[in-house]
């Protein structure tokens, strides 16, 4: 409804408010902070301050933290600015370990592997070495087993189990799969070398010029789960060949080719492209560069090779070159094994 006699053509005029007969409600004036009448309920009183919350007596009602203390009252439509960061702290996958029962021992060489120390074979070296007490006794059997509880040295230095770290890296092309490379070529490991301060392993290998998911830890028994053949983890590759896959080539690849002894049979082999060098495979062979020989076992040569899926781990919305931390549900999911 517009007001016709305005000298303001258009402006549209204020509703009138009722009472319950019908007749029209005459209420008080509402205001704005400055003082401008204004038809929403003011947040504030004339004079600029906050207005007080109150108890049906009249009382005000004061508001309180969660540790019981008093809190000032936030103006009317405050909004706390949003965290920009994509994860929190509690998502940035530095997990603690999980109780473990102090009354089951652990190999010696296992607790020093998980305290982040060095690896299995390494810590054998040392055991052999005579550098690590026990309780104040140096152990030199490899077999030696020990208690979550025991005083754990090394180097006379007391060894402390490492919280668990868990990251996903989209490698890039010219970067070597180790943690060290006797060539100072460029490592995974220098892409995500200041991300924590705990000592992380690439689980499995990709190629230098292989691109895609590959996950980085300090878990070993995970990564001994998630690359072990017998646990069969599913992965996915997107190939590129020199030229088109021939039908023949394609029905031998597809009944299996013998590599190292084994006959390896995909699972699936699509053309997610109209051409058909491009090709999605899914594989479960945990062999050496497989992907790549399979092709070369008839004749083609691989161009291009991405890993987009690896134990139902993909690298959505994680750029070539980048990583993230692995959210809780993902490690949960594989530790349960329910990724294939």
Same mark, same amino acid.
């Given at each position: 409804?517009?007001?016709?006699?305005? @000298?303001?053509?258009?402006?549209?005029?204020?509703?009138? *408010?009722?009472?319950?007969?019908?007749?029209?409600? !005459?209420?008080?004036?509402?205001?704005? &902070?400055?003082?401008?009448?204004?038809?929403?309920?003011?947040?504030? /009183? *004339?004079?600029?301050?906050?207005?007080? +919350?109150? /108890? =049906?007596?009249?009382?005000?009602?004061?508001?309180?933290? *969660?540790?019981?203390?008093? &809190?000032?009252?936030?103006?009317?439509?405050?909004?706390?600015?949003?965290?920009?960061?994509?994860?929190?702290?509690?998502?940035?996958?530095?997990?603690?370990?999980?109780? %473990?029962?102090?009354?089951?021992?652990? *190999?010696?060489?296992?607790?020093?592997?998980?305290?982040?120390?060095?690896?299995? &074979?390494?810590?054998?070296?040392?055991?052999?070495?005579?550098? $690590?007490?026990?309780?104040? %006794?140096?152990?030199?059997?490899?077999?030696?087993? !020990?208690l979550p509880t025991d005083d754990i040295r090394f180097h006379d230095q007391p060894v402390r189990r490492e919280r668990k770290v868990y990251i996903l890296l989209n490698k890039p092309k010219n970067t070597v799969t180790t943690t060290d490379d006797p060539q100072e070529r460029h490592t995974v490991i220098d892409i995500v070398r200041n991300a924590c301060p705990e000592r992380i392993y690439p689980v499995g290998r990709l190629?230098?010029? /292989?691109?895609?998911?590959?996950?980085? /830890?300090?878990?070993?028994?995970?990564?001994?789960?998630?690359? +072990?053949?017998?646990?069969?983890?599913?992965?996915?590759?997107?190939?590129?060949?020199?030229?088109?896959?021939?039908? !023949?080539?394609?029905? $031998? $690849? =597809?009944?299996?080719?013998?590599?190292?002894? %084994?006959? $390896?049979?995909?699972?699936?082999?699509?053309?997610?492209?109209?051409?058909?060098? +491009?090709?999605?495979?899914? #594989?479960?062979?945990?062999?050496?560069?497989?992907?790549?020989? #399979?092709?070369?076992?008839?004749?083609?040569?691989?161009?291009?090779?991405?890993? !987009?899926?690896?134990?139902?781990?993909?690298?959505? @919305?994680?750029? =070539?070159?980048?990583?993230?931390?692995?959210?809780?549900?993902?490690?949960?999911?594989?530790?349960?094994?329910?990724?294939?």
């Amino acid at each position: 409804m517009f007001d016709n006699n305005s @000298n303001n053509e258009g402006a549209r005029r204020p509703r009138a *408010r009722f009472q319950r007969e019908g007749a029209e409600h !005459v209420g008080r004036p509402r205001f704005t &902070r400055d003082g401008a009448e204004h038809s929403a309920r003011p947040h504030f /009183t *004339r004079d600029g301050e906050s207005r007080p +919350h109150f /108890t =049906r007596d009249g009382e005000s009602r004061p508001r309180f933290s *969660r540790d019981g203390e008093t &809190r000032p009252q936030r103006p009317m439509g405050h909004k706390p600015k949003r965290n920009q960061n994509l994860y929190s702290a509690h998502k940035q996958q530095v997990y603690r370990e999980q109780y %473990e029962d102090p009354t089951k021992p652990v *190999r010696l060489n296992k607790f020093l592997a998980n305290a982040g120390i060095c690896s299995r &074979r390494e810590a054998d070296d040392f055991i052999q070495a005579g550098v $690590i007490t026990v309780n104040g %006794e140096v152990v030199d059997n490899l077999g030696a087993k !020990v208690l979550p509880t025991d005083d754990i040295r090394f180097h006379d230095q007391p060894v402390r189990r490492e919280r668990k770290v868990y990251i996903l890296l989209n490698k890039p092309k010219n970067t070597v799969t180790t943690t060290d490379d006797p060539q100072e070529r460029h490592t995974v490991i220098d892409i995500v070398r200041n991300a924590c301060p705990e000592r992380i392993y690439p689980v499995g290998r990709l190629d230098r010029n /292989t691109t895609g998911v590959l996950l980085l /830890t300090n878990d070993g028994d995970l990564a001994a789960k998630l690359t +072990h053949p017998k646990f069969n983890k599913k992965k996915i590759y997107a190939v590129t060949l020199d030229r088109d896959l021939d039908e !023949v080539d394609e029905a $031998i $690849i =597809r009944a299996g080719v013998v590599l190292d002894d %084994e006959r $390896i049979i995909p699972d699936a082999l699509e053309f997610p492209k109209e051409d058909r060098r +491009h090709i999605g495979l899914e #594989i479960h062979s945990g062999q050496n560069r497989v992907v790549r020989r #399979i092709f070369e076992k008839v004749g083609y040569k691989v161009v291009n090779l991405d890993r !987009v899926s690896f134990a139902g781990l993909t690298k959505k @919305n994680v750029g =070539r070159g980048k990583w993230r931390f692995l959210t809780p549900k993902e490690v949960n999911m594989l530790h349960m094994g329910a990724f294939a």
